[in-house]
């Protein structure tokens, strides 16, 4: 069966944590085609406009945009359609209803209407992942070069991740402020112009504390690796009693970020928010330590992640080894696309699996 992958984005060396690296997705598609009896071809966004019913029996669309939703509306009812995305802006976007309704299989990253409310019974929760093998890029050589002078090891947190600028709130910024305020050595491993963007107007300047070593480039795996403590800051920044129904920066949910895949493909001493996205990946005491607090009440969670961080942590050596095993085990995007390749089969010969089963199992 022929099966035409359209890609939103075209980008490869991003990070081993892209969902959209084509060069690797191109790579799975050549190693799982066969055993599924599946003929891919992978279609760039240059060439999405050419797209036809007569060169494929199916379609995976990667990333969703306008040009995905127009092309599922106007689609063959016959047509079998499959979308893996971040769908949570989606599923709360009316415009997007017919769309969904549509497709056959809807491999949704987004925690809350992939896994905890599932938009539908076709919905399988897909979340990100890492590649491995990783070939690494001539810029990860450079930047690993570059973080060798710097060792994370004399620091107290190491944090690799944007400043989120969408958000008006600049938590991250203040949070890491109050972590450096209470005396914790604290290293920033990003790029500078990613920490030094404006955010949105509404917001107010947070400028970091100028004890926070910010290196300049993103982590490699000997930054997390030497770290003492990787903090994990997800995208999942709250907890809802309800959850929002619309988009908002400050407000929605996303997906699980790139960090907490990067930092378990590395082996890291990871600290994480101690909530079920989090939890259902198979992460546990076993494997890293959690802070409870949430982002609503800063002061607390700078608190409580400065005691976990200053009583240390004997069993580190042992959390570092087990949560390698798990994310090498599970969480790579071979899996992820194995995963979806098993779906696709299964509703394309009519076998339709129960809903829920997805990367936990």
């Known amino acids: 069966m022929k099966v035409a992958i359209v890609l939103r984005k075209e980008q490869r060396g991003i990070s081993l944590a892209d969902e959209h690296d084509s060069e690797r997705i191109a790579a799975y598609c050549r190693e799982l085609g066969p055993t599924y009896g599946f003929e891919f071809t992978v279609i760039p966004p240059v060439r999405r406009d050419t797209l036809a019913d007569r060169d494929s029996d199916a379609v995976l669309f990667v990333g969703a945009d306008e040009f995905t939703r127009a092309y599922v509306e106007r689609a063959p009812a016959d047509r079998p359609l499959f979308l893996w995305a971040k769908g949570y802006d989606l599923t709360i976007d009316a415009k997007w209803t017919p769309a969904l309704a549509r497709i056959d299989g809807f491999f949704n990253s987004s925690y809350l209407t992939g896994r905890e409310e599932p938009w539908n019974e076709r919905t399988t929760y897909v979340p990100t992942a890492f590649h491995d093998a990783w070939p690494g890029t001539w810029s990860d050589r450079a930047n690993d070069l570059r973080n060798r002078l710097v060792d994370t090891a004399r620091f107290d947190v190491l944090f690799s991740g944007s400043d989120r600028h969408v958000r008006t709130d600049c938590y991250r910024q203040r949070l890491l402020n109050l972590l450096a305020s209470r005396g914790m050595k604290i290293c920033v491993a990003a790029p500078r112009n990613v920490w030094n963007r404006p955010h949105e107007r509404e917001a107010v300047a947070e400028p970091l504390h100028p004890s926070i070593f910010l290196i300049g ?145």
């Not at 988009?247 to 907490?260: E, K, M, Q, Y």
């Not at 696709?344 to 199992?361: C, E, F, Q, W």
């Open 217 to 361: 480039n993103w982590g490699t795996a000997r930054t997390f690796r030497r770290a003492r403590c990787v903090l994990d800051l997800p995208w999942l920044d709250n907890y809802f009693a309800q959850h929002p129904p619309h988009h908002d920066p400050n407000r929605s949910i996303f997906a699980l970020g790139w960090n907490v895949f990067r930092a378990g493909a590395y082996g890291a001493s990871m600290l994480t928010f101690d909530c079920r996205a989090n939890r259902d990946l198979g992460l546990d005491e076993s494997s890293c330590q959690f802070y409870q607090s949430d982002f609503t009440d800063l002061p607390a969670l700078a608190d409580e992640i400065a005691a976990i961080v200053n009583r240390g942590d004997d069993g580190a050596a042992g959390r570092r080894a087990s949560i390698g095993q798990l994310f090498h085990g599970r969480h790579t995007y071979r899996a992820r696309w194995q995963l979806m390749c098993e779906r696709m089969a299964d509703r394309l010969s009519g076998n339709v699996p129960s809903a829920g089963r997805d990367v936990r199992h």
